[in-house]
């Protein structure tokens, strides 16, 4: 829902005309929110179902303004969250077995359930989290999808010492400094040529950079791809070890190509990384509240998003973009 932006008055009177409809949710006013690349592709038309007309953004940094009559742990003035997982059913076999990243009946922010591209949004407060002190409200608003679910794809890698990240945008620029910290070589893969990038990678930790298609100094114990791009998994896989991964990280990649099995045998994994858990939220939030991460942004206002959207898809931005209402 988008409201238009209110005049001069408190949260407490913006809050007496809340479009809350049920008690267990909360209104947020928007302070940043984030652009990823799954907005893109929601814009764009590559996912399936999203219910149009639509308010996209899911990397939602705001303060509390309402609260329904069942919500007991969040207050009026609360900084909150908003990350990508809106609503699970507690109840489904993946709900059960604390895989509700994959819960049959989830909704998504910013996909089913509109989301902060808006001066105000709406959610279930169950998923709403609470940030970490020290990050701006717009570099807390990339931890809350490239680094929330980068550091789930990162997870998936295992204890990898040697970790390839092909693209480096949101996501990589945040894991490659996890990496650095947990003393692992991160090996970044940029678009060819784009020297910038690169250099921007090894400043934050990184111990190669290159372009993709070049080979890494040494193979790779596991290999995350963020660039959506299906030629990436054949190439990730002739670089990984014997028992190596390759996760895939984004919600739509162009097809993959076919390959010679030869690139998996040697029992390499091929995966994907679906979504989030609170549980992951509680976990990546917790490790950027004791370790200091720099986040990049580029800031837009509201009113510019498809400009935002325009760089992110032409691979003009360093870091993240983050639009400011
Ligand atoms: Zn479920
Ligand atoms: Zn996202």
């Given at each position: 829902?988008?409201?238009?932006?209110?005049?001069?008055?408190?949260?407490?009177?913006?809050?007496r005309?809340t479009?809350i409809a049920?008690p267990?949710?909360?209104?947020?006013?928007v302070?940043a929110?984030?652009?990823?690349?799954t907005d893109l592709?929601?814009?764009?038309?590559?996912?399936?179902?999203?219910e149009?007309?639509l308010v996209p953004?899911?990397?939602i940094?705001?303060?509390?303004?309402g609260?329904?009559d069942?919500?007991?742990d969040l207050a009026v003035?609360?900084?909150?969250?908003i990350?990508?997982l809106?609503?699970?059913?507690?109840?489904?076999?993946?709900?059960?077995s604390d895989r509700e990243?994959?819960c049959?009946?989830?909704?998504?922010?910013?996909y089913?359930?509109d989301?902060?591209?808006?001066d105000?949004?709406?959610?279930?407060a169950?998923?709403?989290f609470?940030l970490?002190?020290?990050?701006?409200?717009?570099?807390?608003a990339?931890?809350l999808?490239?680094?929330?679910?980068g550091?789930?794809?990162y997870r998936?890698?295992g204890?990898?010492?040697r970790v390839g990240?092909?693209?480096f945008?949101a996501?990589?620029?945040?894991?490659v400094?996890?990496?650095?910290?947990?003393?692992?070589?991160a090996?970044?893969?940029?678009r060819?040529?784009?020297e910038g990038?690169?250099?921007?990678?090894r400043?934050?930790?990184?111990?190669?950079?290159?372009?993709?298609?070049e080979?890494?100094?040494?193979?790779?114990?596991?290999?995350?791809?963020?660039?959506?791009v299906?030629?990436?998994?054949?190439?990730?896989?002739s670089?990984?070890?014997?028992g190596?991964?390759?996760?895939c990280a984004?919600?739509?990649?162009?097809?993959?190509?076919?390959?010679?099995y030869?690139?998996?045998w040697q029992e390499?994994?091929l995966?994907?990384v679906a979504?989030?858990?609170?549980?992951d939220g509680?976990?990546?939030l917790?490790?950027?509240?004791?370790?200091?991460?720099?986040v990049?942004?580029?800031?837009?206002?509201?009113a510019?998003a498809?400009e935002?959207?325009?760089r992110?898809?032409?691979?003009?931005l360093?870091?993240?973009?983050?639009l400011?209402?």
């Amino acid at each position: 829902m988008v409201l238009t932006r209110p005049g001069a008055g408190a949260l407490e009177a913006q809050a007496r005309d809340t479009p809350i409809a049920l008690p267990g949710e909360v209104l947020v006013r928007v302070s940043a929110c984030g652009v990823c690349r799954t907005d893109l592709h929601v814009v764009e038309g590559e996912l399936p179902h999203a219910e149009i007309p639509l308010v996209p953004g899911h990397e939602i940094v705001g303060v509390v303004a309402g609260l329904g009559d069942s919500v007991t742990d969040l207050a009026v003035g609360d900084r909150v969250g908003i990350p990508w997982l809106g609503y699970s059913c507690d109840e489904c076999e993946y709900c059960k077995s604390d895989r509700e990243n994959l819960c049959v009946n989830a909704r998504f922010t910013g996909y089913h359930i509109d989301g902060g591209y808006a001066d105000y949004t709406v959610a279930d407060a169950r998923f709403v989290f609470k940030l970490p002190d020290g990050y701006t409200d717009a570099e807390a608003a990339p931890l809350l999808c490239a680094g929330l679910i980068g550091y789930r794809a990162y997870r998936a890698a295992g204890d990898a010492r040697r970790v390839g990240l092909y693209g480096f945008g949101a996501a990589a620029h945040i894991l490659v400094q996890v990496a650095a910290y947990e003393g692992r070589e991160a090996i970044v893969f940029t678009r060819p040529g784009d020297e910038g990038r690169q250099q921007f990678a090894r400043s934050l930790g990184a111990v190669w950079a290159g372009g993709s298609g070049e080979a890494p100094p040494e193979p790779l114990d596991a290999a995350i791809i963020f660039a959506p791009v299906g030629s990436l998994v054949p190439e990730a896989l002739s670089h990984v070890v014997p028992g190596g991964v390759v996760v895939c990280a984004g919600i739509h990649m162009s097809d993959i190509p076919s390959f010679p099995y030869a690139l998996l045998w040697q029992e390499r994994q091929l995966l994907s990384v679906a979504n989030l858990t609170r549980a992951d939220g509680d976990e990546f939030l917790a490790l950027a509240r004791r370790q200091p991460l720099r986040v990049s942004t580029t800031r837009f206002s509201l009113a510019h998003a498809n400009e935002a959207l325009a760089r992110l898809r032409a691979g003009a931005l360093t870091g993240a973009a983050v639009l400011i209402p």
